[in-house]
């Protein structure tokens, strides 16, 4: 495990950036998994510049987002799929086509659970997968206690969780859906490298747990420490809580 500490959210940002946009130069049809989040504008704000300055070429990379909400569309501002499309695929040009989010208005959720599973082993799994955490632990919407092999499935938030993105809904979180779709911790454990980032004073407790604490499903992010080929990208503030700087 490779763990980088910036003097600042915005150089951990860009060094986030700069390893996807390296992945996509590298291999033009990278399977990228994408989260969103505030922590990620940042990241999506380097990312878009880099690929400008570089005429990075996005058309044959196929991508996965780690979750979205339960009840709403592509079309709801506070959707998953919105804040892809604002952040950063409406800046490059990726095919929509090969861009997924799960559907959390599917008809039947368990099939577009099983049938996200299988669109990433159709891609030919995730080549690097970027991750941010909740205050909760939770990687993806994996709330405690999320088994190492879970899948994607349907969840329910935690009621931390839906205070950390009240934000979205009007500082409600009682306006936060109360479930959603998400990947799996073996879903995410299956893509070939992780990137984790994490940014701020408030990250610093959870960052603390999941570096030094013991690894378990009480803190989904722990298991990232079992990964072969994972990158954790903090800034100084979140990595303040750490014994080991
Ligand atoms: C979002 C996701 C979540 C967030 C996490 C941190 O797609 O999977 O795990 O990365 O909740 O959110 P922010 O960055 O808003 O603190």
Same mark, same amino acid.
């Given at each position: 495990?490779?763990?980088?500490?910036?003097?600042?959210?915005?150089?951990?940002?860009?060094?986030a950036?700069?390893?996807?946009?390296?992945?996509?130069?590298?291999?033009?049809?990278?399977?990228?998994?994408?989260?969103?989040?505030?922590?990620?504008?940042?990241v999506?704000?380097?990312?878009?510049?880099?690929?400008?300055q570089?005429?990075?070429?996005?058309?044959?990379?196929t991508?996965?987002?780690?979750?979205?909400?339960?009840?709403?569309?592509?079309?709801?501002?506070?959707?998953?799929?919105?804040?892809m499309?604002?952040?950063?695929f409406?800046?490059?040009?990726?095919?929509?086509?090969?861009?997924?989010?799960?559907?959390?208005v599917?008809?039947?959720?368990?099939?577009?659970?099983?049938?996200?599973?299988?669109?990433?082993?159709?891609?030919?799994?995730?080549?690097?997968q970027?991750l941010g955490?909740?205050?909760?632990?939770?990687?993806?919407?994996?709330? @405690?206690?999320? &088994?190492?092999?879970?899948?994607?499935?349907c *969840?329910?938030? $935690?009621? =931390?969780?839906?205070?950390?993105?009240? !934000?979205?809904?009007e500082?409600?979180?009682q306006?936060? @859906?109360s479930? &959603?779709?998400?990947?799996?911790?073996?879903? *995410?454990?299956? $893509?070939? =490298?992780?990137?984790?980032?994490?940014? !701020?004073?408030?990250?610093?407790?959870?960052?603390?747990r999941?570096?030094?604490?013991?690894?378990g499903p009480?803190?989904?992010?722990?298991?990232?420490?079992?990964?072969?080929?994972?990158?954790?990208?903090?800034?100084?503030?979140?990595?303040?809580?750490?014994?080991q700087?």
């Amino acid at each position: 495990m490779k763990v980088l500490i910036f003097p600042n959210a915005t150089d951990a940002a860009h060094e986030a950036a700069k390893i996807i946009a390296k992945k996509v130069h590298e291999k033009p049809k990278s399977v990228l998994g994408l989260a969103t989040g505030r922590t990620m504008e940042g990241v999506y704000r380097s990312l878009i510049q880099i690929a400008k300055q570089n005429n990075l070429d996005f058309s044959q990379v196929t991508s996965f987002n780690l979750d979205e909400y339960v009840g709403l569309s592509a079309s709801d501002k506070q959707s998953y799929h919105y804040y892809m499309q604002d952040n950063l695929f409406r800046f490059v040009n990726i095919n929509m086509n090969n861009t997924h989010v799960p559907n959390g208005v599917a008809a039947d959720l368990e099939k577009e659970c099983a049938a996200y599973e299988e669109a990433i082993k159709q891609a030919g799994g995730i080549d690097i997968q970027l991750l941010g955490i909740g205050d909760t632990g939770h990687i993806g919407f994996n709330e @405690p206690p999320s &088994a190492f092999d879970s899948r994607t499935r349907c *969840i329910t938030l $935690a009621s =931390e969780t839906r205070q950390q993105n009240a !934000g979205m809904f009007e500082g409600n979180p009682q306006k936060v @859906p109360s479930k &959603a779709l998400t990947m799996g911790v073996g879903t *995410i454990l299956e $893509a070939k =490298e992780l990137l984790l980032i994490a940014l !701020g004073k408030d990250k610093a407790p959870i960052i603390a747990r999941t570096l030094e604490g013991e690894i378990g499903p009480e803190v989904s992010a722990t298991a990232v420490r079992l990964h072969k080929n994972v990158t954790i990208i903090l800034d100084q503030d979140s990595a303040s809580s750490l014994k080991q700087q």
